[in-house]
């Protein structure tokens, strides 16, 4: 499942704020409906036209897979993680 990033191209008009509240909702939604992560402990915040993950993971693999998600809404050049992983 992939979740696009809705457009403004109408008029050339974004309202900043909404834009980068819409994008973080975007992204925790598509994190919180994988079903191979659990993004319990990942907050999702913006700065400018980058998304930031940050918080725990349990694997390598979760980490890979919610930079992957959250790029697939951003766009993989606009994601940076913060994600750490913690083993059991």
Known sequence: MVFRYP????DGFA???????????????????AYDVDASQIDV????????????????FERLRAEEI???????DYVRSRLLHRSS
Do not use: C, K, N, W
């Open 7 to 10: 457009s403004f191209s109408d």
């Open 15 to 33: 309202p900043e704020r909404s834009g980068r509240e819409s994008m973080e909702a975007a992204v925790t939604q598509a994190l919180a409906s």
């Open 45 to 60: 915040t913006t700065l400018g036209s980058y998304v930031i993950l940050s918080g725990i993971v349990r694997s390598p």
């Open 70 to 76: 959250a790029g697939d809404i951003a766009g993989e």
